[in-house]
């Protein structure tokens, strides 16, 4: 059982704009900053969102987060099939003094 | 180039040990805290342990806590894990990532992952 608390699965069309939730408490996200990561079979993940709502350099634009209490969303718009993987949020366990990631999403592009 | 790079992975018995490497190039090692995260099977991503970059700090999971012991070699620019009594459950990809805060503080997300190394606990 995740800390961080996802959507197994989500699924739009391509073009389409897709949400996922990461859900905590007080001693997580309502008390820390917010990161998503990308992930692909077979390969490393890779930062997308930091800070609740920052994006590396080269990351576009359709990539987007943002936070709200104890719970935060990444919003991914103008999908395309190249998004088909999964997404993990994670922060600081103030509590646990420990990282924590949520389960996980998997995207499909329809 | 900027990189991470992991070995040391392998297949084990229950109740063995292990020690995994992480070579860090391209960045000032000494400065940036370090993680180990790992992903079992066909499951999520878990955070297992890090060591701050600032003060020499150490912390872990809960499921590790005890058996694990991370630490860091930085005129090497190398992370280490030591892993102990290890369990069938521990079986998974070890991933090392790069804390992406400024240096000598920790952010505690994380901007540079290596391909990561897979340990295999099984009798």
């Known amino acids: 059982q995740s800390v961080l608390t996802q959507p197994p699965s989500v699924s739009a069309a391509p073009g389409q704009k897709v949400t996922i939730s990461c859900s905590g408490s007080?001693?997580?996200?309502?008390?820390?900053?917010v990161s998503w990561y990308q992930k692909f079979p077979g390969t490393a993940p890779k930062l997308l969102i930091y800070d609740n709502n920052k994006r590396p350099s080269g990351i576009p634009d359709r990539f987007s987060g943002s936070k709200s209490g104890t719970s935060a969303t990444l919003d991914i718009t103008g999908l395309q099939t190249g998004d088909e993987a999964d997404y993990y949020c994670?922060?600081?366990?103030?509590?646990?003094?420990?990282?924590?990631f949520g389960g996980g999403t998997k995207l499909t592009v329809l | 180039e900027v990189q991470l790079l992991e070995s040391g992975g392998g297949l084990v018995q229950p109740g063995g040990s292990l020690r995994l490497s992480c070579a860090a190039s391209g960045f000032t090692f000494r400065h940036f805290a370090m993680n180990w995260v790992r992903q079992a099977p066909g499951m999520g991503l878990e955070w297992v342990s890090g060591?701050?970059?600032?003060?020499?700090?150490?912390f872990y999971a809960d499921s590790v806590k005890g058996r694990f012991t991370i630490s860091r070699d930085n005129s090497k620019n190398t992370l280490y894990l030591q892993m102990n009594s290890l369990r069938a459950e521990d079986t998974a990809v070890y991933y090392c990532?790069?804390?992406?805060?400024?240096?000598?503080?920790?952010?505690?997300?994380?901007?540079?992952w290596g391909r990561g190394t897979l340990v295999t606990v099984s009798s």
């Open positions: 990532a790069k804390d992406g805060g400024p240096p000598n503080q920790e952010y505690w997300y994380f901007d540079l």
């Open positions: 994670g922060t600081w366990d103030t509590s646990l003094s420990a990282g924590v």
């Open positions: 060591f701050s970059g600032s003060g020499g700090s150490t």
């Open positions: 007080s001693s997580n996200i309502g008390n820390y900053y």
